[in-house]
C-alpha cells in the first residue's frame, strides 16, 4: 500500500473525514529550512501544509524524518489521510499495524 504524510496545523476532524484542512498556515521559513535538510526529497505544498512521501514510496523513511522534524519546529499534526487517522511519529512499525 501507497501512504503519504500530511502535515501542517490540520483540523483533526476533518482528517478523520480524510479532508486536509489548515487551521493555520505552515510557517514558510520552517518548511524551506527543514527542507533545506532533505535535499531531493519531493515536498508536495499546498493551501497552507505540506505532502511527503512515506509507506511504499520511494523516500518514505526521509519523508517520515521530514515530518518529525517539521513537527518538532512547528507543533503540527502528522497525518496519515488515506486511513484518515492522526499518526505518533514516535510509534514502532510494528505498533502502528497493531493499530
Known amino acids: 500500500m501507497i501512504h503519504d504524510l500530511t502535515i501542517g496545523h490540520l483540523d483533526p476532524t476533518a482528517i ?7 487551521v493555520r498556515a505552515l510557517d514558510e ?5 527543514v527542507l533545506a535538510l532533505f ?3 519531493k515536498v508536495e505544498q499546498r493551501d497552507g501544509y505540506v ?7 520511494d523516500d ?19 497525518a496519515d489521510r ?9 510509534r514502532t512499525v510494528s505498533e502502528r499495524a497493531a493499530g
Do not use: Y
Open 16 to 22: 478523520s473525514a480524510r479532508v486536509a484542512v489548515a
Open 51 to 57: 505532502i511527503v512521501p512515506w509507506h511504499g514510496r
Open 82 to 90: 488515506r486511513n484518515g487517522r492522526i499518526v505518533e511519529l514516535g
Open 60 to 78: 518514505g523513511d526521509r519523508g517520515e524524518a521530514f515530518a518529525a522534524r517539521l513537527q518538532a519546529e512547528t507543533g503540527c499534526i502528522v
Open 29 to 33: 521559513a520552517a518548511v524551506a529550512r
Open 39 to 41: 535535499p531531493g526529497l
